[in-house]
T-cell receptor, first 114, second 115 residues
Framework: KAGVTQTPRYLIKTRGQQVTLSCSPI?????VSWYQQTPGQGLQFLFE???????NKGNFPGRFSGRQFSNSRSEMNVSTLELGDSALYLC?????????????FGPGTRLLVL | GENVEQHPSTLSVQEGDSAVIKCTYS??????FPWYKQELGKRPQLIID?????GEKKDQRIAVTLNKTAKHFSLHITETQPEDSAVYFC??????????????FGPGTSLSVIP
């Protein structure tokens, strides 16, 4: 079974631009969540999607948005990029069976904003 | 909102010794507490989790304990091995059915196991 894939793996943008990152979950996983990881702020939850619906969102400005498609693939978009948006963006796909979660992370997209 | 503290920030142990990482949370409504391991340059892995209706959970050499009254939970690694060296993150969230609220992570503990 293929793992979680993210594209692109690396990205360089300049301030003010926008970026779209893609995540393909493990087959059968309907929940996709996104995280930002930086040396200063650590791991932070961005949002979670399930069956094309955003169920939860972390404390990020409206410049950060996402969506999920009917095949569970998800995209996140960051508009009007700022230097502080430079980070590793991770997505994870989850499968809940009863109260037990199985969650796998993708390799991440490393975004550098200049 | 929820706040998660994690201690220590760095931990060095001799191979074969035990390691304990402790987290405290602020929101008493939180009921799901996962732990993640992230080796250098790799993606995080969910290694164990615990729900608030359980006091302890074990999986081979790792265990997690939860004290709801004190609002703290701990990761215990016994018989540590060099491959346990990594950054460990705790997290807290409210989990209902198959959905969970915003996940709040601790700042991480860098564990080094010295051969």
């Amino acid at each position: 079974k293929a793992g979680v894939t993210q594209t692109p793996r690396y990205l360089i943008k300049t301030r003010g631009q926008q970026v779209t990152l893609s995540c393909s979950p493990i087959s059968g996983h309907r929940s996709v969540s996104w995280y930002q990881q930086t040396p200063g702020q650590g791991l932070q939850f961005l949002f979670e999607y399930f069956s094309e619906t955003q169920r939860n969102k972390g404390n990020f400005p409206g410049r950060f948005s996402g969506r999920q498609f009917s095949n569970s693939r998800s995209e996140m978009n960051v508009s009007t990029l700022e230097l502080g948006d430079s980070a590793l963006y991770l997505c994870a796909s989850s499968l809940w069976a009863g109260s037990q979660e199985t969650q796998y992370f993708g390799p991440g997209t490393r975004l550098l904003v200049l | 909102g929820e706040n998660v503290e994690q201690h220590p920030s760095t931990l060095s142990v001799q191979e074969g010794d035990s390691a304990v990482i402790k987290c405290t949370y602020s929101d008493s409504a939180s009921n799901y507490f996962p732990w993640y391991k992230q080796e250098l340059g790799k993606r995080p892995q969910l290694i164990i989790d615990i729900r608030s209706n359980v006091g302890e959970k074990k999986d081979q050499r790792i265990a997690v304990t939860l004290n709801k009254t004190a609002k703290h939970f701990s990761l215990h690694i016994t018989e540590t091995q060099p491959e346990d060296s990594a950054v460990y993150f705790c997290a807290a969230t409210l989990h209902e059915k198959t959905s969970y609220d915003k996940v709040i992570f601790g700042p991480g503990t860098s564990l080094s196991v010295i051969p």
